[in-house]
């Protein structure tokens, strides 16, 4: 109520000032430029980008920085591209600016190449948060080499003493599978940080390799830490790939009751879609029903697929029904319990 009563005064006082041809301050272009973006609204951007030009503004670049974020909040790449290229010498904020609305918007692979063209321009320098935006990009695009390449060009920079970078670059050699590389700069480390442990964990729960997830949780306790949601997240990851589902049980519990650490929703998909694949399909709707967030698709299909393995077909045409409420469009529920219906709907009419 709060945020459209805010959104409703921006707009009358935006508009109260075209309509009066009011020339406005660098101040309130920016004040305006903020409320569009926490709004989200392309119409009012687009007409605050327009009037930047008319009274020369288009050449500030903390402005620009500014409305190409805005633009990216607004989930228009066109437009974010289109201001940056209007930049004559945009600075290496500009190109972060345009980096960002890429990733923001899950285009990796070009954000990627905007990182490498900028350096190839050779006007800028890439800063720290350069670097993590192009780590980021490799972790999804999930390529070795590139990784590192991006590795090197961090030492050269003398980034990699910093424990955010460090622990980013562990945590994309872990997604793009290179676990020796990984453990490498995690071993760089003498002062180890709690977020290095928690994407060495990652990893290696990614990669299903339950006693070195284990073995690293020994050497955290040795060292005097304390695990966190990111620990647990990768230690209960690891219990469901070695299909050991009551230490994965022991491990939610301890994370809620010995550690009060509150689940996210990551955790409450990881321990479920657990408990289902072991063909405990109640105690994984026991659990659904008492969390505090929405179920998700990617829950339901998890209990869905299980289903179908298990032959619970009265569940599975309940899971269906609340696949269809949340997305009327997605037919893959639809194709699954036909398929649960082929396998097991005959052996219940006898």
Known sequence: ?????????????????????????????????????????????????????????????????????????????????ESFRQVSNPSIFTWNALVSAYINLGDHETALHLFYKMQETGEVVPDKVSYLSAIKCCSFVGCIKNSRLLHTQIIRAGLLLDVAVGSSIVDMYCKCGDLPNARKVFNFYHNMDLILWAAQLSGYAQHG??????????????????????????????????????????LFLSMTRLYEIRPRLEHYTCIIDMLSRAGRLEEGVCIMEEMSYMPTTEIWFALLGSCRIHGNLKLAERVSECIWMLDPENTSASRLLATTYKRFAGAHLF
């Not at 647990?232 to 994965?248: Q, S």
């Open 209 to 250: 390799m339950y006693k070195e997830a284990h073995q690293a949780v020994d050497k955290m306790f040795c060292e005097g830490l304390h695990l966190n949601d990111v620990c647990f997240l990768g230690l209960i990851t690891a219990c469901g790939h070695e299909g050991d589902v009551e230490e994965g049980c022991v």
């Open 1 to 81: 109520m709060i945020a459209k009563v805010a959104r409703h005064v921006s707009i009358h006082t935006f508009d109260t000032s075209l309509e009066q041809k009011v020339l406005f301050s660098r101040g309130s272009i920016c004040k305006h430029i903020q409320d569009c973006t926490i709004m989200k609204d392309l119409v009012m951007g687009r007409q605050i980008y327009s009037i930047m030009f008319v009274q020369g503004l288009d050449s500030d670049s903390f402005i620009m920085d500014h409305i190409i974020r805005m633009f990216s909040a607004c989930g228009s790449l066109i437009d974010a591209s």
